[in-house]
């Protein structure tokens, strides 16, 4: 294990990128571009089961898998909000429930996504991110 203050290599990945961009209205349009990039969400995803209580946008979860290796699907109606869910997905999908439960979202404070999200925001990725923590523990 690293050392508590230090990022995975995922996360440095994320905190480099962002790093490129001078300003925050850079960083946003970034944030939209990775939403975009989200992969296909089924229509039949779409279910009030998956919707992911706690964010004003709209937000569906969807986890495969078993606790050697989750996949999170997720999508929302807001373009910032896919943006945050496409790197969240990107630090948690594909890793085993152990390794989720152990990697703390260091990439927030590391972006400085903290200071500049709307309070409705950060409770959505907050949300997300306990939804697929719970997943992870419930494997």
């Known amino acids: 294990m690293s050392e508590p203050m230090a990022l995975d290599p ?15 209205s850079e960083r946003y349009q970034y944030l939209i571009d990775l939403g975009r990039k989200l992969p296909l969400f089924p229509d039949e995803w779409r279910t009030e089961a998956n ?11 969807v986890a495969e898998g078993n606790a050697e290796r989750l996949v999170f699907h997720a999508i ?11 790197l969240t997905l990107r630090v ?8 989720i439960l152990a990697t703390e979202p260091r990439f927030i404070d590391a972006i400085g996504l903290g200071k500049h999200l709307s309070v409705t925001r950060s409770n959505g990725l907050s949300a997300l991110i306990a939804k697929i923590r719970d997943t992870a523990a419930q494997a």
């Open 10 to 24: 995922i996360q440095q990945e994320i905190a480099d990128e962002f790093g490129f961009f001078g300003d925050w």
């Open 51 to 61: 919707r992911l209580h706690g964010c004003q946008s709209m937000v569906w979860v």
């Open 76 to 86: 929302s109606d807001s373009s910032i909000v896919s943006g945050l869910i496409a």
């Open 92 to 99: 948690y999908s594909g890793r085993s429930a152990a390794e």
